[in-house]
């Protein structure tokens, strides 16, 4: 039996992550000093709320190798093949962290670099898991996932910039020359790094510039999962739903509440779509 295991940063939501056994690493997230388990003792509500009031940018960690040592090791005892998938490499030390746990207890899983975030990461491993209860070999599994992430698609639309300029994710010179434009930003996921796609003026603009960056993707719209997340912004998020649903007819839509880990640098009113 292939087991499925991630770091929380895929902001899955819960009924997803208990109905397919997919075993959850935590990262932590220390705000004002206080350190929270992202997952347990954390929602993302409580979560935006302690940000908001917060002078200072939350800080994220990743699991510890003995963290992940300890999973692949209860895992392993049953002759389970192990399958993990981390946030992307570029944005965080998790894989690093999971490959020196899968040394730790003697190499007994497969680990995967998503070169994703939020539920882009989600969706591969919500898929892993399906493909794992119908039978599919981890062969398979990872072919599937080498091909997902050569054309998966990340848009992130920042409504402020002081977070992710702030944690280091975009230089400083570009989040101030946004921030002098009073501009909203709209990033995009290469090779599991963020770059900035398109600068735009006002909400409405901002929004619908999105829909026509979907729309000029190549791609059968109807095979594929989307993948929505939001810092406290459910309207935006509704709104892309119906949007999406609407013009493309996807095969699913996921929309959830973004957790710490990607939540520190989309900031205030963030969405990130991956598809």
Same mark, same amino acid.
């Given at each position: 039996m292939i087991k499925i295991v991630t770091d929380s940063s895929c902001d899955l939501p819960k009924k997803f992550?208990?109905?397919?056994?997919?075993?959850?690493?935590?990262? /932590?997230?220390?705000?004002?000093?206080?350190?929270? /388990?992202? @997952?347990?003792?954390? /929602?993302?509500?409580?979560?935006?709320?302690?940000?908001? +009031? &917060? +002078?200072?940018l939350p800080k994220t960690s990743q699991p510890t190798p003995a963290a992940f040592s300890e999973t692949f090791k209860r895992?392993?005892?049953?002759?389970?093949?192990? !399958?993990? !998938? /981390?946030? &992307?490499s570029k944005l965080s030390g998790t894989f690093q962290s999971a490959s020196l746990g899968n040394q730790l207890a003697g190499n007994p899983a497969t680990i995967f670099d998503t070169l994703s975030g939020s539920l882009s990461h989600g969706i591969q491993v919500l898929q892993s898991a399906r493909m794992a209860e119908k039978g599919e070999s981890l062969e398979n599994i990872l072919q599937y996932l080498e091909n997902f992430r050569k054309k998966v698609t990340i848009l992130i639309l920042l409504h402020t910039l002081e977070n992710i300029v702030k944690g280091g994710r975009l230089s400083r010179f570009k989040g101030s020359l946004a921030k002098l434009l009073?501009?909203?930003?709209?990033?995009? @996921?290469?090779?599991?790094?963020?770059?900035?796609l398109k600068k735009v003026r006002g909400t409405k603009r901002f929004l619908n510039e999105t829909l026509k960056i979907m729309e000029e993707i190549p791609g059968i719209m109807e095979k594929k999962i989307f993948g929505i997340t939001h810092v406290d912004n459910a309207e935006d998020a509704e709104f892309f739903k119906n949007e999406i649903l609407e013009r493309f007819n996807p095969k699913e839509i996921i929309v959830n509440g973004m957790g710490p880990t990607m939540g520190t640098y989309a900031g205030e009113g963030g969405i990130i779509i991956g598809f």
């Open positions: 992550i208990e109905r397919h056994d997919i075993n959850v690493v935590p990262l /932590t997230v220390n705000i004002d000093g206080e350190e929270y /388990t992202e @997952g347990k003792d954390i /929602t993302p509500e409580l979560f935006w709320e302690k940000m908001r +009031n &917060s +002078n200072d895992l392993a005892k049953n002759e389970n093949e192990i !399958l993990c !998938l /981390t946030i &992307s009073n501009v909203k930003v709209i990033l995009h @996921g290469v090779k599991g790094e963020v770059h900035i």
